[in-house]
C-alpha cells in the first residue's frame, strides 16, 4: 500500500516545479507526496493549511523573502511541521541559517534519484 | 585622520568588498548551477521516457547534452572553490600531518583499490594551516598522481618531506604519465589541462586551487616531470604562518 502525504512547496520557479514533480513521480516509489504550490512568500498564508500539510520544501531564494521567512511562518503556525530547505547551492553560511529556523534539511537540487529518496524518506519518517 | 583611523577604515572597506565579492559569487554560481541542473534534469527524463523511440545518432546528441551539463557543473563549482578559498579562510591550528594524509587516502581509498596503487609515506611533523585547505591541498595531488596514471603500471605514489629553519618542503611524486616541458609551464593555471578529457577526465582546477592553498600557506609549488616516466610536486609550507 502506497502512502500519500500533503505537502506545501514554495518555489517561484515553473520550470522547477514540473521538473521536481516529473521526478517525483519517476523517482518517488511507493511513497506519494501531492504537492501544493506557492509561487511566492505573501502566497504561502494563503495555500497552506496546518490540518492538511504535515510537511514544506521551501526553495532559498524566493522574489518576496527567503526561504528562512517562510520557514518563521510556518513554524509559527505548526511547531512539529518538516521543513525541507531546497537549493541549487548551498554555503555553510546558509545551512547555519536554517538550523537557526530549525529547518530538518537542506537539500541540492540535483533531480536525481537519492535527491528525491531523501526528500520521500524524510517526510516519511516524520 | 590619525593612521589608526584610516587603518581602520581601510578595514571596513575591504569588509565590505569582501561581503560584495561572496554575494556576487554566490549569486551567479547558484543561478547557473540551478541552470544546468535543469538542463540535466529535464534531459534524463526525456531520455529515460523516450529513448526507446530515438535512433543511435539522437541517443548520442542526448548523451551529449547530458555530459555538457554535467561538465558545465563541475567547472563552475570547481571555479567556486577556487574563488572561496581566500575568503573563507579559518584560522590557523596545529596538527598532525600524518592523520591529514591518512585520512585523504582513506577518501581515496576506492581509486586506490580500483588502480592496484601503493601510496607510501614515513613520518611525517606537526604542520600549521588551516586543516581543511591543506587536506584538498594533499587529496589533489595524490589523487593527480593516481588519475594520471600510464596503463602499463600500478601508480606508486611516495611522499616526503624535509624542512630547513622556517619551512617545511614536501614532496609527492608518481610514476604517471608525467608532462612535457611545454606543459610544465601552465600546470597551474585556471583550467588549464594537458591532456584530452577522452583520456583523463577533468577540468583543469586541481593544481591552480594547490597553487593558491600553498601561496595562503606562505610557501611555493612548483614540478619536475618526464614524459612518461612521473612526476614529482614539491611544495613549502611555512612553520610560523601568520594571517
Known amino acids: 500500500m502506497s502512502l500519500s502525504f500533503d505537502v506545501l512547496y514554495v518555489e517561484d520557479c515553473v520550470a522547477t516545479v514540473e521538473l521536481l514533480d516529473m521526478c517525483l513521480n519517476r523517482y518517488g516509489s511507493d511513497i506519494n507526496l501531492s504537492l501544493d504550490v506557492a509561487s511566492t512568500f505573501s502566497q504561502v498564508s494563503s495555500i497552506y493549511s496546518v490540518d492538511k500539510h504535515v510537511a514544506a520544501l521551501i526553495d532559498w531564494n524566493l522574489p518576496d523573502g527567503k526561504g528562512t521567512d517562510v520557514a518563521t511562518f510556518l513554524r509559527a503556525q505548526n511547531k512539529n511541521i518538516s521543513i525541507i530547505f531546497l537549493s541549487a547551492l548551498f554555503t555553510e553560511n546558509l545551512i547555519a541559517q536554517a538550523s537557526i529556523v530549525r529547518g530538518s534539511i537542506c537539500l541540492e537540487k540535483d533531480y536525481t534519484p537519492e535527491f528525491v529518496s531523501k526528500i520521500t524518506e524524510h517526510i516519511a519518517s516524520r | ?243
Open chain 2, 1 to 243: 585622520m590619525s593612521t589608526e583611523e584610516e587603518l581602520l577604515k581601510v578595514q571596513k572597506q575591504l569588509q565590505s568588498v569582501k561581503a560584495e565579492y561572496e554575494e556576487y559569487t554566490y549569486a551567479v554560481s547558484h543561478d547557473l548551477v540551478a541552470s544546468l541542473r535543469q538542463i540535466e534534469g529535464f534531459s534524463k527524463l526525456v531520455h529515460a521516457r523516450h529513448a526507446d523511440q530515438f535512433d543511435e545518432k539522437t541517443k548520442r546528441h542526448f548523451d551529449l547534452i547530458v555530459s555538457g551539463a554535467i561538465k558545465g557543473r563541475e567547472i563552475l563549482e570547481a571555479l567556486l572553490s577556487y574563488s572561496r578559498l581566500s575568503t573563507a579562510i579559518k584560522p590557523s591550528t596545529e596538527f598532525a600531518c600524518t592523520q591529514l594524509i591518512e585520512e585523504t587516502v582513506t577518501q581515496l581509498s576506492s581509486l586506490i583499490d580500483k588502480t592496484d596503487a601503493n601510496v607510501s609515506y614515513g613520518d611525517m611533523p606537526n604542520i600549521v594551516g588551516d586543516f581543511t585547505q591543506l587536506q584538498q591541498l594533499f587529496y589533489i595531488l595524490i589523487h593527480n598522481a593516481l588519475h594520471y596514471r600510464t596503463p602499463e603500471c600500478s601508480p606508486i605514489v611516495l611522499i616526503d618531506v624535509q624542512e630547513d629553519e622556517r619551512q617545511w618542503q614536501f614532496n609527492i611524486s608518481d610514476n604517471g604519465m608525467g608532462m612535457s616541458d611545454h606543459l610544465i609551464g601552465k600546470a597551474f593555471t585556471i583550467l588549464g589541462r594537458g591532456v584530452s578529457d577522452k583520456e583523463y577526465t577533468g577540468v583543469g582546477m586541481g593544481l591552480a586551487i594547490a597553487k593558491s592553498i600553498v601561496s595562503l600557506h606562505g610557501g611555493k609549488i612548483w614540478v619536475t616531470s618526464e614524459k612518461n616516466k612521473g612526476s614529482s610536486f614539491y611544495f613549502t609550507l611555512a612553520k610560523d604562518i601568520q594571517r
